[in-house]
């Protein structure tokens, strides 16, 4: 069909010689090129800032010689390039040029990307690297690689995978659940260390601990670490009275905490 780069196709303007036959995606000539567990895997990590701000010095350190200081395709690299490097900064591409999700993006930078100047980052970056690029590259559009700017999780864009995908996916494989298409960033603390302590683990998703008698999921999780922390803040407002301290108001206990990169 003549796909090239993210989306570009080699003859511009022919819509009607490239478009595809009824039932099949536009992305396909991407999509082949990545295994299909990835299409649309969410990414393990939480959107912190400590998570985004990793994501920027990655990308300042390994990207924007083809990517561009402002993620626009147009670094110092791309002039040598065919198809040009992906242009990061249009906040109506689904994907910020990609064709499903985090899961696409991360196999690009894993593996390379055939047939493009993209390279090969996986014997040169830890795995959590990779998925924090993937994070920061959804708040490119909201100006984040800007001197002296700490991307913050409200710049964070959802992933959204495309209606076409979706249509075809139907009866395939289910996007049900996935924590990186959610539009709502999690906000709850615990739920946040969860998700930290836990990886990888959707909404949906538990496993069996204990020989496999104790289900475990997020929501689990969460509740486990809310109740030690709990207990912890009980006992210490307790030796605190113990000790004669002066105590805030009894109502301070329920603040819950902050979680950083939230405030």
């Given at each position: 069909?003549g796909f090239q780069?993210a989306?570009?196709?080699?003859l511009?303007?022919?819509?009607?010689?490239?478009?595809p036959?009824?039932?099949?995606?536009?992305?396909?000539?991407?999509?082949?090129?990545?295994?299909?567990?990835?299409w649309?895997?969410?990414?393990?990590l939480?959107?912190t800032?400590?998570n985004?701000?990793?994501?920027?010095e990655?990308?300042?350190?390994?990207?924007?010689?083809c990517?561009?200081?402002?993620?626009?395709?147009?670094?110092?690299?791309?002039s040598?390039?065919?198809?040009?490097p992906?242009?990061?900064?249009?906040?109506?591409?689904?994907?910020?040029?990609g064709?499903?999700g985090?899961?696409?993006f991360?196999y690009?930078?894993?593996r390379?990307?055939p047939g493009?100047?993209?390279?090969n980052?996986?014997?040169?970056l830890?795995?959590?690297?990779?998925?924090?690029?993937?994070?920061?590259v959804?708040t490119?559009?909201?100006?984040t690689?800007?001197?002296n700017?700490?991307?913050?999780?409200?710049?964070?864009?959802a992933?959204?995978?495309s209606?076409e995908?979706?249509?075809?996916l139907?009866d395939?494989?289910k996007?049900?659940?996935n924590?990186?298409?959610?539009?709502?960033l999690?906000?709850?603390?615990?739920?946040?260390?969860?998700?930290?302590?836990l990886?990888?683990?959707?909404?949906?998703?538990?496993?069996?601990l204990?020989?496999g008698?104790?289900?475990?999921?997020l929501?689990?999780?969460?509740?486990?670490?809310?109740?030690?922390y709990?207990?912890?803040?009980?006992?210490?407002?307790?030796?605190?009275?113990?000790?004669?301290?002066?105590?805030?108001?009894e109502?301070?206990?329920?603040?819950?905490?902050?979680?950083?990169?939230?405030?």
């Open positions: 069909m780069g989306h570009k196709p080699i511009e303007g022919n819509d009607d010689i490239l478009k036959p009824k039932d099949q995606l536009e992305e396909a000539p991407n999509l082949a090129q990545i295994d299909r567990s990835y649309l895997s969410g990414d393990p939480p959107v800032e400590q985004l701000l990793r994501g920027k990655v990308f300042l350190q390994r990207c924007v010689g990517h561009g200081i402002n993620g626009d395709g147009k670094g110092p690299g791309a040598f390039m065919s198809p040009a992906a242009d990061f900064t249009d906040k109506d591409d689904a994907c910020c040029g064709d499903t985090p899961g696409d991360y690009r930078i894993l390379g990307w493009t100047g993209m390279e980052f996986g014997d040169r830890s795995v959590d690297d990779i998925w924090r690029v993937v994070l920061f959804k490119i559009p909201n100006h690689l800007k001197k700017v700490v991307p913050q999780p409200k710049d964070y864009i992933w959204q995978p209606k995908l979706v249509a075809w139907k395939r494989q996007p049900t659940n924590a990186s298409f959610a539009k709502e999690v906000t709850d603390p615990f739920m946040q260390e969860a998700m930290s302590v990886p990888g683990l959707a909404p949906g998703d538990k496993f069996l204990n020989d008698k104790t289900p475990l999921s929501q689990d999780a969460a509740a486990g670490i809310k109740a030690i709990q207990d912890l803040l009980d006992r210490a407002w307790s030796e605190a009275r113990a000790r004669g301290d002066k105590l805030p108001p109502g301070q206990k329920d603040i819950p905490p902050t979680v950083p990169g939230q405030q």
